[in-house]
């Protein structure tokens, strides 16, 4: 981890003196002085005539004014904030066979089995929330959370037409 792109430019240049395994940089796009679209450009730039390294440029803001600036030629991903590790897998995965000029085609068991899918998962549990987004979003759904019925209802409220579904833990009852 470094700081700004100035940081990553250098970092960047001393891996590529010696012997590097694939390199996956995963880049801010708003950073004070050297912003993420322009430090992959000079890493682009240092790397000519190399395979390079998988660069990857994260937004909170609008991704259509990211896609669209010129210097997005020298990235391999765009990512909107906040980034899951199954998104930021997906993303490395595909850029990589890309570079390497693998196509390949999903058989129905490897296909996102709920692409497009919009879940609302509803839970007390921060970590059961977390895990169930994973899984979800790496099937392809997307997904929105919320802690109880009420933050839920209050959801739904606001959003009634953008969900398919409601996964929502039962309470468990016991009897004495």
């Known amino acids: 981890m470094v700081a700004d792109g100035a940081a990553a430019v250098k970092l960047v240049t001393q891996q590529a003196q010696r ?18 679209l322009a430090a992959a450009r000079v890493i682009h730039e240092h790397m000519s005539g190399t395979q390079g390294p998988i660069i990857v440029v994260a937004t909170a803001f609008s991704r259509e004014e990211l896609i669209a600036h ?7 991903a765009v990512l909107t904030k906040p980034v899951t590790a199954s998104v930021l897998f997906d993303a490395v ?15 129905p068991a490897t296909a996102r089995r709920l692409n497009g899918l919009r879940m609302l ?17 790496g099937e392809g759904a997307h997904v929105a959370l919320a802690e109880d019925g009420q933050q839920a209802f209050n959801w739904l409220m606001q959003h009634a037409m953008e969900v398919d579904v409601v996964l ?3 309470p468990v009852t016991q009897s004495q």
């Open 93 to 107: 995965a595909t850029a990589y066979k890309k570079k390497i000029g693998m196509t390949t085609v999903l058989s």
């Open 168 to 170: 929502m833990e039962s």
């Open 121 to 137: 998962v509803v839970d007390d549990s921060e970590v059961n929330r977390e895990v169930a987004s994973q899984i979800f979003e």
């Open 19 to 36: 012997p590097t395994t694939e390199l996956v940089i995963v880049l801010d796009w708003q950073m004070p002085e050297m912003d993420g």
């Open 70 to 76: 010129p210097d997005i030629r020298f990235t391999d």
